[in-house]
């Protein structure tokens, strides 16, 4: 390895990916060169396509990122896609290590009958629907004539689904909502949003600011029944001995909304726990979800769980959003565990096989991709933190990839003969600048490109090379 630069391939640009690549840039000895793989033109990954458009201040980490972007010996290399334009055997011949910080990319199924009905969706559809992420763009929510909608699933990703459809149009034209998604909510007939959780108001995954901030839409009650927000016996004791303040702030805030009742807003979000959905009802199409109410039990562990009870109750809904959590997806020739939707590991080196397996020397993993989807955005930190340390220690001891040519030159041909589209950070910069713009001359924040063709037709490519769905 004497003489050549030292030079790590990132395949992924989202939080985590960037945090992987601010700690190998702060290293003094050895100097070490970024390559930054990303399928789309756009960088950032779910902070561009998965935070909701009305979490501005979420959203402005990229600065941080961009700061990183501008770095000396750092590239990105946007619509770019690992395993269709280059493969892992290609940066193999250029790089000492890879790391895979491409996230969880689709969502969990409920497996209940009724689930691929018509209007039955994966709330990953709907939020890169209206984030306008390509892959989502082409989906069709017509919001016209839906009154009454199920998001299934507590979590943050269910409080954003929740609050989009219950915003106003005037609260959300200041965003950077997508126009056609803007059009659809404004044709929108929906009343009530029910949202449901498996477990009681204790165990809930959402944060506390995401749970307080349904009680401060414009034109929407939130709605919790005093029987829905009361603990139970179980809860009551472990949320003493836990001390857990988080859950404790969000009961707390439930029980509050219960006092407050309704106040005469046109919508309503009704917050319900302890059930399960068993069937999605309808003629090809959704009308109804049947579900059967929980009781929590201590399990073997001493942890809380649902099972069901033999009591049932039939819901009317036009619409169901199923939020039960995202999954991995595999990469082509790198190795996976599908029963977690992770790629296996060690302490983020990459494991031929889940547990027992052998190192794949050079390979490394971070984020949602490495531990599953858990945590927020700092949360990818630390995570990234412990996976360049491997790096960095396997390097010292020579347990890296030897590549062919690790030159600046040699990577740049190989990009250059597989996609001569190829999108730089200057390049994105520029589009950035272009979609401010068009929001600033009707006054939003922003008005994104949602189709890969048009940003590279923006960009003024000659031979774009267009991803596929776009």
């Known amino acids: 390895m004497t003489g050549m630069p030292i030079r790590v391939a990132i395949i992924g640009s989202g939080p985590s990916g960037f945090y992987a690549a601010d700690h190998l840039l702060k290293q003094e000895s050895p100097e070490i060169s970024i390559d930054m793989y990303e399928r789309l033109p756009t960088p950032f990954g779910l902070v561009r396509g998965g935070v909701a458009p009305d979490h501005a201040k979420i959203k402005s980490v990229t600065k941080l990122y961009s700061r990183i972007a501008q770095r000396d010996r750092f590239r990105y290399f946007g619509n770019v896609e690992f395993g269709t334009d280059v493969c892992r055997a290609d940066l193999s011949r250029h790089y000492h290590g890879i790391i895979y910080a491409v996230g969880a990319q689709t969502d969990r199924r409920l497996n209940i009958p009724g689930e691929d009905l018509r209007n039955s969706y994966a709330a990953t559809e709907f939020v890169g629907w209206y984030n306008g992420h390509p892959d989502y763009r082409h989906y069709n929510f017509d919001l016209s004539g839906i009154r009454r909608v199920a998001v299934i699933g507590v979590g943050n990703v269910a409080m954003d689904v929740a609050r989009i459809l219950a915003r106003t149009v005037d609260e959300l034209y200041e965003t950077d909502i997508a126009d056609y998604a803007l059009d659809a909510l404004a044709n929108s007939h929906v009343e009530e949003i029910y949202v449901l959780g498996r477990r009681g108001p204790a165990q809930a995954a ?169 945590g927020i955005i700092g949360t990818n930190k630390p995570d990234a933190v412990e996976s360049t340390k491997r790096f960095l220690e396997d390097l010292d001891r020579g347990r890296v990839l030897n590549p062919v040519d690790s030159s600046d030159a040699a990577v740049l041909a190989l990009v250059e003969s597989r996609v001569p589209a190829y999108v730089t950070f200057e390049d994105w910069e520029r589009l950035d600048a272009i979609e401010t713009q068009r929001g600033a001359d009707c006054g939003r924040s922003r008005i994104k490109f949602t189709s890969v063709d048009d940003m590279l037709l923006a960009l003024g490519k000659d031979e774009p090379i267009f991803n596929a769905g776009d």
């Open 206 to 374: 959402f944060s506390t600011p995401e749970i307080k901030e349904l009680g401060e839409l414009a034109d929407a009650d939130i709605v919790v029944a005093r029987e829905e927000a009361t603990l139970d016996e179980l809860s009551s004791r472990q949320l003493r001995e836990s001390g857990d303040r988080s859950a404790t702030r969000n009961v707390k805030t439930l029980q509050a909304y219960v006092e407050r009742g309704i106040t005469g807003k046109s919508r309503r979000i009704v917050m319900r726990f302890l059930v399960s959905p068993t069937d999605i009802l309808g003629d090809r199409r959704v009308e109804a979800m049947r579900m059967v109410k929980n009781e929590l039990y201590l399990d073997g562990r001493g942890s809380l769980r649902p099972r069901a009870t033999d009591q049932y109750e039939t819901l009317p809904v036009d619409m169901v959003f199923r939020s039960v959590g995202y999954h991995g997806v595999p990469l082509p020739d790198v190795p996976f565990y599908d029963a977690w939707g992770t790629i296996p590991n060690d302490c983020g080196r990459v494991l031929t096989q889940h547990e027992s397996g052998e190192f794949l020397i050079g390979n490394y993993v971070v984020g949602w991709i490495k531990r599953g989807p858990s």
